[in-house]
Nanobody
């Protein structure tokens, strides 16, 4: 059983930055792919980014590529999502999830995640 706890959300102006954290605990957590998803009111959940268990391989949604960076600190068992150049359309609840998926696959966000965090709100507004 894994536990995932997100933190770092908040209110930021357009063009600003935030860093989200996802702290993982539980047996075997270091062997899971960790992904970030987001869901805005009235919209479907969207995969944002994922990172392999080693941290060597990443993937991003087209909407965030070049603005967001996912990293993994294996010593702290924590995955970070650095979000730069934020836009109002990035406003959503952001969730991290753990699973066994193929990171480079175009289907990395479609299924395969067994554990989810409780989410953290990100609001981009002036």
């Amino acid at each position: 059983q894994l536990q995932l706890v997100e933190s770092g959300g908040g209110l930021v102006q357009p063009g600003g930055s935030l860093r989200l954290s996802c702290a993982a605990s539980g047996f075997g957590s270091e062997y899971y792919v960790i992904a970030w998803f987001r869901q805005a009111p009235g919209k479907e959940r969207e995969g944002v980014s994922c990172i392999s268990s080693s941290g060597a391989t990443t993937n991003y949604a087209a909407s965030v590529k070049g603005r967001f960076t996912i990293t993994r600190d294996k010593a702290k068992n924590t995955v970070y999502l650095q979000m730069n150049s934020l836009k109002p359309e990035d406003t959503a609840v952001y969730y991290c999830a753990a699973g066994h998926v193929v990171v480079p696959s175009a289907d990395w966000a479609s299924s395969g995640y067994s554990y989810w965090g409780q989410g953290t709100q990100v609001t981009v507004s002036s």
